[in-house]
């Protein structure tokens, strides 16, 4: 499988636990990815992303997550992109 990588200057990994409203579930839990596009070009090219539907690599130093873009929040100006993750590798830094 191939995905188009995006490099992105600041990622932030969210991962969530909790309990569920169903008794017999034994509650949830998510792993996210969230980019806030400052740069408007930046901004673009991830709404195209999300529009494409397709699947994307998000790179920001050693991190690459791998998903869709499911939702984008726009708040005092600024787009937050949301990537419900499929995985994620730690590059190891490469020797010169």
Known sequence: MTSNIIVVP????????GDTCYQYENGFSAIYAEVAAEDSALAQLLSQAQKDGGVITLRCAML????KISKCNDAAGVKTFVLPIENMTYRKPQSP
Not at 64 to 67: P, S
């Open 10 to 17: 600041e990622l932030a990994v969210r991962v969530v636990t």
């Open 64 to 67: 690459d997550v791998v998903g």
